[in-house]
Nanobody, 114 residues
Framework: QVQLEESGGGLVQPGGSLRLSCAASGFSASRYAMSWYRQAPGKERELVAA??????NYADSVKGRFSISRDNLKNTVYLHMNSLKPEDTAVYYCNARRSDSVYWGQGTQVIVSS
């Protein structure tokens, strides 16, 4: 059974850090393009970061603050978030894509507030 399970979200103060994890099961994430998306209340879902093989790509709003990485042995992808801002508040979703196969996780909530 294919599954993506996100974890690591929570409440953090502005300027703080969080690390999100996306554990994949039922398939080898190393063979997929893995991405993190987020959706804030009242807004469309947007791409935050992606990793394809060893290449990474980031939304302009998070460049220099967020970093995506993968551990193929653990079949897990991470999103390291630093210098968090209130506008980073959203539900963060993990995505896996390869050809016509697309998988989504259930999401993890991140709230940046003092």
């Amino acid at each position: 059974q294919v599954q993506l399970e996100e974890s690591g979200g929570g409440l953090v103060q502005p300027g703080g850090s969080l690390r999100l994890s996306c554990a994949a099961s039922g398939f080898s994430a190393s063979r997929y393009a893995m991405s993190w998306y987020r959706q804030a209340p009242g807004k469309e879902r947007e791409l935050v970061a992606a990793i394809i093989d060893v290449f990474t790509n980031y939304a302009d709003s998070v460049k220099g603050r967020f970093s995506i990485s993968r551990d193929n042995l653990k079949n897990t992808v991470y999103l390291h978030m630093n210098s968090l801002k209130p506008e980073d508040t959203a539900v963060y979703y993990c995505n896996a894509r390869r050809s016509d196969s697309v998988y989504w996780g259930q999401g993890t909530q991140v709230i940046v507030s003092s």
